[in-house]
């Protein structure tokens, strides 16, 4: 039975600015291949962000044959105030593509809904970030 996932992997492009956008935005950001894969971590989970020194690699198979950068749509449950999401995402100069709106996400068997907003990141990967009420 699956319990979950732990983690995803996404082709970057953009090496220093992928990094420093998911610094900013507070994920905790580990070398675990020899600057090859970056790991960007919020709680259990992480994504894999394969260099482009791997990707083009044509040796490197284990990933999707088809995924360039910008192939990447995650959703992140934000737990601070969307006050401080838009603070966050002007600091880092990330354009907000949609919201507040108000969408059905995982939580609770995904019986639960939250406030969204969208942006993305350097690579043009689609994130939003979901808001739950207390």
């Given at each position: 039975?699956?319990?979950?996932f732990?983690?995803?992997?996404?082709?970057?492009?953009?090496?220093?600015?992928?990094?420093?956008?998911?610094?900013?935005l507070g994920?905790?950001?580990?070398?675990d291949?020899?600057?090859?894969?970056?790991?960007?971590?919020?709680?259990?989970?992480?994504?894999?962000l394969?260099?482009?020194?791997?990707?083009?690699?044509?040796?490197?198979?284990?990933?999707?044959?088809?995924?360039?950068?910008?192939?990447?749509?995650?959703?992140?449950?934000?737990?601070?105030?969307?006050a401080?999401?838009?603070?966050?995402?002007?600091?880092?100069?990330?354009q907000?593509?949609?919201?507040?709106?108000?969408?059905?996400g995982?939580?609770?068997?995904?019986?639960?809904?939250g406030?969204?907003?969208?942006?993305?990141?350097?690579?043009?990967?689609?994130?939003?970030?979901?808001?739950?009420?207390?």
């Amino acid at each position: 039975m699956i319990k979950g996932f732990d983690h995803v992997a996404i082709p970057m492009g953009q090496v220093a600015a992928m990094l420093a956008f998911y610094k900013g935005l507070g994920f905790r950001i580990t070398d675990d291949y020899g600057k090859r894969v970056y790991a960007v971590h919020c709680g259990d989970n992480k994504i894999n962000l394969h260099t482009p020194e791997i990707w083009q690699s044509g040796r490197f198979t284990l990933r999707g044959h088809t995924a360039q950068p910008g192939c990447g749509d995650f959703c992140f449950v934000w737990d601070a105030s969307e006050a401080t999401l838009h603070n966050t995402l002007k600091n880092l100069h990330a354009q907000i593509e949609e919201g507040p709106v108000e969408r059905k996400g995982g939580r609770n068997g995904g019986a639960d809904t939250g406030t969204s907003v969208y942006t993305r990141d350097p690579d043009n990967n689609l994130l939003e970030f979901i808001i739950y009420p207390d």
